[in-house]
């Protein structure tokens, strides 16, 4: 058994700094262990007390009669760090650390937290400023959560890691007010040791843990929590995340357009998607999505089938469906004529949907008949239950007859309640009916089993070999000296000229034979556009003037005057898209979208994180193509010729490539906007920056 198991599953755990008064945090895991049947050995250290309760009490750690599997650290952080070392000294696999004080305290706090790490030594740690864990599947509570005031807490699959010691009690209390049941809840917080990443391994061997529920802060170590959400995707158990921070996005915008629109909860986005985890938008999700999944059923399409007895119920779940991607067809005609059979002289609407059995809660035969019509039906995937008011006086009738249905099919049922009756939907999510007070979240749990059936965006280092790298230039790059970086790496440009007079650029633009565009060629101006520095369409005889006026404009607003010109080849077909790469904790990732000058406005986005090594696959490449919304500009949306996407596949493949070969020399890149031509006339990068480090 490793230190993490004797951690969850201790035979003996020492309460270092425990309190004889039970009513005090300090008394809290002594009486939480006892009230909560924790049959091992319980080593309360204090030297003041001599006994609490009929529990023998212990003077000091070197008084400890054996060696406890885990301590709970009590102290204050002045001294738990001298516990900490003691513990280990004695052989003890994993202390968990109460105390606040740490790094979330300032840089004082930070040497506390790295004096604590350095005396536990091989010993692990959970924590600092944590409240402990609770392992509900063998009754064992390592915490002093006042939510384990409770006498008992249904006990389920769902395994919860938060990196919030208070949040661990909220997802306790409010999931035993609904009858939800859960195996294991792990509050990290400061993770000075054992992470999230570590919770979630052990989870995936944990054979009492079906899904797995996460509520994150920051991830500190992005490789290693991605390789162990891909290897509970792959064991088969679902992982649903809610990460708080998401008004921060895009706070620090980079110089680039890319910064702005590549914020820190999109990289999350990025992750999560890359990894396959599940991401819950509201609070409340951390719950419905995994009372759902624990369920283990499949969802195989977006059809959806309402059974109701009252209307009004039956059309707030259907438009709440249509808002998120699913389907409410009428059933089918065989559906509909075996709905009908079983009507006889009731006055119901059998051959629509919602399907409408007035009075069905008081008819058992009737309710089952149509469950199983409905579920068996080819024309659904899925079945909503609507409880109504007439389940009230007898709940026990509609989960009696929902549940003599279930063995008989694979596919999800999940209830909408719709009185406010939270005794209905706590016996409803008991006996393994996913239960909902509110109409939204049927779509939610509906939409997280959709997600599971999705495999995560594989991995594959590029096959392409990068050219060598002879000296770089650094600092801000001029558009000139990026699109030659770019072009190393096999992405052509429109041809361009750089000029230094009038006179060169207007006999440089004769050379073209058509409009041109103008630009101002500096280092020191990158968004040239906003200061009047870029002149589309501008005709080959205007060229000089036109240069003289951008001089003094430019110079009006920036108070620099440009001495460079790039006179560049019109591309007039194509769709602008903008390729850049972002950079912060959780790794790099190459963005794709649509771009232009209104890339910022539309803000039709899509990422993916690179992996250790190398860029992405033509296969990944193609995969961020289609997550547009705008996808189909690319794809001969209305007759229009298709996009050059085989081209535009290789241009990101290239770009990624070039962000792995340069590394951390690289700080922004862009090209913004990239043309992908017509099918067959491959893309033309139009523009774009790039600013490299020493």
């Known amino acids: 058994m490793n230190a993490i198991s004797r951690l969850v599953r201790p035979r003996s755990v020492a309460i270092i700094g425990a309190s004889a008064d039970l009513g005090k945090t300090a008394g809290r895991p002594l009486a939480y262990l006892r009230k909560h049947g924790f049959d091992g050995a319980i080593y309360p250290v204090n030297p003041r007390v001599t006994h609490i309760g009929d529990v023998p009490c212990y003077p000091d750690i070197d008084s400890l009669p054996t060696v406890p599997d885990v301590a709970i650290i009590l102290l204050g952080a002045g001294r738990a760090h001298q516990a900490v070392r003691e513990l280990a000294q004695k052989g003890t696999a994993a202390a968990i650390v109460l105390a606040s004080g740490y790094s979330e305290a300032g840089d004082e706090g930070k040497e506390r937290q790295q004096q604590l790490r350095q005396a536990a030594g091989e010993m692990r740690i959970l924590g600092p400023n944590t409240i402990g864990l609770v392992n509900l599947t063998d009754g064992i509570p390592l915490s002093a959560s006042g939510a384990l005031e409770m006498d008992q807490f249904p006990v389920g699959d769902v395994g919860v890691v938060s990196q919030s010691g208070g949040i661990l009690g909220a997802l306790l209390s409010r999931a035993a007010a609904r009858g939800l049941g859960m195996s294991k809840l792990i509050s990290t917080s400061n993770e000075v040791d054992l992470e999230m990443a570590d919770f979630i391994d052990y989870l995936v061997d944990d054979e009492a843990t079906k899904v797995i529920a996460l509520y994150i802060e920051s991830i500190r170590n992005p490789q290693k929590f991605r390789a162990a959400a891909l290897r509970a995707r792959h064991a088969g158990k679902p992982i649903v995340a809610f990460k708080i921070g998401r008004s921060e996005a895009g706070a620090q915008a980079a110089i680039s357009h ?202 594959e280092q590029s096959a392409t070999q990068p050219p060598p790298l002879p000296d770089l230039p650094t600092g801000s790059l001029n558009e000139a000296q990026a699109r030659d970086l770019f072009t190393r790496f096999g992405i052509a440009g429109a041809a361009q000229t750089i000029v230094s007079s009038p006179e060169e650029a207007q006999a440089a633009a004769l050379c073209y034979e058509s409009a041109v565009v103008l630009k101002i060629l500096s280092s020191q101006i990158l968004h040239k556009s906003d200061v009047g520095g870029v002149c589309v369409g501008v005709a080959p005889e205007q060229v000089a003037e036109r240069v003289t006026q951008m001089q003094t404009e430019v110079a009006a607003k920036t108070g620099v005057r440009p001495e460079q010109f790039l006179v560049q080849q019109m591309v007039t077909s194509g769709i602008e898209l903008i390729l850049g790469f972002h950079r912060d904790a959780l790794g790099s990732a190459i963005l794709l979208g649509m771009g232009g000058v209104t890339a910022e406005l539309l803000k039709d986005t899509t990422m993916r994180l690179l992996p250790e090594q190398g860029g992405l696959s033509l296969n990944e490449a193609y995969d961020m193509m289609r997550d547009l919304h705008t996808w189909p500009l690319l794809d001969g949306y209305r007759g229009r010729m298709k996009a050059d996407q085989q081209a535009l596949a290789q241009a990101i493949v290239n770009f990624s490539n070039m962000v792995a070969s340069v590394g951390d020399r690289l700080i922004e890149a862009e090209i913004n906007p990239l043309f992908v031509l017509p099918d067959g006339q491959g893309v033309k990068a139009a523009d774009g920056i790039a600013i490299l480090a020493e």
């Open 258 to 459: 890319t910064g702005a629109l590549a914020g820190q909860d999109t990289m999350y986005d990025a992750l999560f998607r890359q990894t396959g985890v599940i991401r819950a938008q509201r609070f409340s999700d951390l719950l419905d999505m995994p009372g759902a999944l624990s369920t283990g059923r499949t969802l195989r399409g977006r059809r959806v089938a309402i059974l109701t007895s009252t209307g009004g119920a039956g059309t707030l779940v259907s438009d709440s469906l249509g808002v998120a991607g699913f389907e409410t067809p009428a059933p089918g005609a065989d559906t509909a004529a075996a709905l009908r059979a079983l009507q006889g002289d009731m006055p119901s609407a059998l051959d629509r949907n919602p399907v409408d059995v007035t009075l069905a809660g008081l008819q058992p035969d009737l309710l089952r008949g149509a469950i199983r019509a409905l579920s068996a039906s080819d024309d659904f995937d899925a079945l909503v239950m609507i409880v109504g008011s007439s389940s009230l006086g007898n709940p026990q009738l509609m989960a009696d007859a929902i549940c003599d249905c279930l063995p008989e099919t694979d596919k999800p049922i999940v209830a909408f309640v719709s009185p406010h009756a939270p005794n209905v939907a706590r016996l409803l999510n008991q006996r393994q009916i996913p239960a909902f007070m509110e109409p939204e979240c049927c779509a939610v749990a509906l939409d997280a089993m959709w997600q599971t059936q999705a495999e995560p965006a594989q991995q």
